[in-house]
């Protein structure tokens, strides 16, 4: 397959719309899905080889795979070395024994399954597991495991069809896919079966199935439409956009027309992204997507931080650094195993040594609990609650719907009245539902109802429920069904808020006081940027007692003043935990005998959760 300037480019175009998604830079909301571009390149590029490589009878499953090691391996093993050391330097215990956990999965090129594995609602945040990228490249090499065997195996009996058949592939695994994403998300986000069909849109374009674009007029179309694809999502979808499904589909056919247009002739948009510069970022793509999200995780946990201080010349220093050390990367790591300067007996004994030395790293910080001894006690102690219980808290499993527990009957388990006493309804997502253990506890005499569901903002406009499975079936039986049926005297509304949820308010209010006796709002919590355990255990480290309020997300600060004028003018009760949690000059981290009062970035713990029911009791005149 000849090589193709434009396609470097196009490499450019995802990898960079991957990295300022991830450092930030806020119109690039769905930069995320640079990754799925990168899939129909793969899938391309690859195809083409095993096709051509097939068709001639010169197809060497050996030759192959040594080509994928040479490829893909050496320059992931550098970085899997260096994150060690990194992780060494800024990782708590627990958050060592899941860095050591996924670097095994990375290591044997599982981590998209591990990843699944550990998808839970309450996970830690994806800023901090160094190694949450590898998902796709797992994705891949699964999928490369079996296709050129199959495709091999497939040629023997169906020859000339072959081009045929791969379509055929295509949109039955585009049907399963799409399928996968609307009833299973998580599962179609890392498994590489239902991840497949991106690839094959690849496939289909290398099997010469589809007729050539010649004319130059057609070419120019084709791929501007395809380059407004890509941007338009990139800048239009965000993190709320429902994905994996069809979403995914808009970037990988815009991607599909540039690769298509590109194949007999030039066009606009191929001429610029055969660019100087966009093909010397298309050359460093695969190490700049593995070096830049390292950077970005040990970034956040101190390194190359100035605290948020100046956060553009953080962002600045980042993608530069990144991009610095991939230029390294790909010269002195990755072309010279690629040029084959390093032998093939070479390349074996530098894999298998480079393999047993990380397994064996992985086993011995696991072993060692994480590197525990090496922390103070105090230090040790607070960063244990990195690895909270939250179930307790929040009834996750019974009362607290999630993606693993969606199928739960809430509405008869959790929203049983009782005549003999005054009955409170919790309505809302994971920040509602966290709610449940101080309310229960302070409140002994009250029987508490809870309709909760992980992503649910508790409106009576199902246009704005971001699951629009699981939580406008909950909401729209709490508000239409239940709540004009059942006596509730206080209904008690919460969510994680954010600027956007404020038209979704008003008439919900409205709508909520005609069949509760109370209503009451409680704005958004009190949030940091990391886990609220590790800002403290750093803070003691550092012996610097400010460092986590400067992590503090303090653009909540306005949203809660507004949150509050709005439930003033609706007449309903609101509660503020910035009343509650920073009456002081700066917000409280912990109770009287030192335990947190989240355990992650912005959910209770129970001592947290029992603090805001002792404060709603004392400070609020509740039926």
């Given at each position: ?58 197809f060497s499953v050996r030759i192959f795979y040594e ?325 307790s808290v929040s009834r996750e499993g019974s009362c ?68 629009k499975r699981r939580c406008r079936k909950l909401m ?148």
């Amino acid at each position: 397959m000849k090589y193709r300037a434009d396609i470097n480019g196009l490499r450019a175009v995802a990898v960079l719309a991957v990295v300022v998604n991830h450092v930030g830079i806020g119109v690039f909301h769905g930069g995320f899905l640079g990754v799925d571009v990168f899939f129909v390149i793969s899938g391309y590029l690859i195809s083409g080889i095993i096709f051509s490589e097939v068709k001639a009878g010169n197809f060497s499953v050996r030759i192959f795979y040594e080509r994928r090691i040479r490829r893909i391996f050496p320059a992931l093993a550098v970085v899997f070395a260096a994150t060690l050391v990194l992780a060494y330097i800024y990782c708590l215990p627990f958050e060592i024994k899941k860095f050591s956990q996924s670097l095994l999965a990375a290591t044997f090129c599982v981590s998209n399954l591990y990843f699944w594995g550990q998808s839970g609602y309450f996970e830690a945040l994806a800023t901090e597991k160094p190694l949450l990228h590898t998902w796709s490249l797992a994705v891949e090499e699964q999928f490369y495991f079996f296709f050129p065997v199959f495709v091999l195996l497939s040629y023997k009996i169906l020859r000339q069809k072959l081009g045929i058949f791969i379509v055929l592939m295509f949109f039955a695994s585009l049907a399963v896919g799409m399928l996968g994403a609307y009833y299973r998300p998580v599962a179609a986000f890392y498994v590489a079966p239902l991840r497949a069909w991106e690839l094959l849109m690849g496939a289909v374009l290398a099997a010469d199935v589809l007729p050539e674009m010649r004319s130059n007029a057609w070419r120019n179309a084709a791929s501007l439409l395809g380059i407004c694809l890509i941007m338009g999502s990139i800048v239009t979808f965000s993190a709320d956009t429902l994905y994996p499904g069809i979403a995914s589909v808009v970037p990988c056919l815009g991607a599909a027309l540039i690769i298509y247009a590109g194949r007999k002739g030039s066009s606009w948009v191929g001429a610029a992204l055969s660019s100087a510069p966009m093909v010397f970022i298309g050359l460093i793509s695969y190490s700049l997507y593995l070096w830049h999200w390292p950077i970005i995780v040990f970034h956040r946990m101190g390194m190359l931080s100035t605290d948020g201080r100046w956060p553009s010349l953080e962002i600045a220093v980042i993608i530069g650094v990144s991009i610095f050390v991939s230029w390294l990367s790909w010269k002195y790591v990755e072309t010279p195993f690629r040029n084959k300067t390093v032998s093939a007996t070479a390349l074996y004994r530098f894999a298998l040594a480079s393999v047993a030395g990380l397994v064996l790293a992985s086993v011995a910080l696991l072993a060692s609990n994480g590197l525990a001894s090496r922390f103070p006690p105090n230090v040790a102690q607070i960063a244990s609650f990195l690895d909270y219980d939250q179930s307790s808290v929040s009834r996750e499993g019974s009362c607290f719907l999630t993606p693993q527990f969606a199928r739960l009957d809430v509405e008869t388990a959790c929203m049983q009245g009782d005549a003999a006493k005054k009955n409170y309804l919790l309505i809302g997502d994971s920040h509602a539902a966290h709610l449940w253990f101080g309310l229960a506890k302070i409140f002994p005499d009250v029987n508490v109802l809870q309709a909760t569901s992980a992503g649910c903002k508790p409106s009576v406009d199902p246009a704005r429920h971001e699951d629009k499975r699981r939580c406008r079936k909950l909401m729209d039986h709490v508000y239409f069904d239940y709540l004009p049926g059942h006596k509730v005297d206080v209904l008690l509304i919460e969510a994680i808020w954010r600027k956007e949820d404020l038209p979704l308010l008003p008439r919900t209010l409205e709508y909520a006081k005609q069949y509760a006796h109370t209503v009451v709002l409680f704005g958004p919590m009190v949030q940091y940027d990391a886990g609220l355990p590790r800002l403290m255990a750093v803070s003691l480290l550092k012996n610097d007692p400010g460092y986590p309020e400067r992590h503090r997300l303090d653009f909540l600060d306005e949203l809660d003043r507004q949150m509050a004028a709005l439930a003033r003018e609706k007449n309903v009760v609101y509660v503020s935990f910035f009343d509650i949690l920073c009456a002081a000059h700066q917000c409280e981290t912990q109770n009287p005998n030192g335990v947190p009062i989240l355990y992650d970035y912005g959910h209770l713990t129970t001592d947290g959760s029992t603090r805001v029911a002792a404060y709603l009791r004392e400070h609020y005149q509740l039926p």
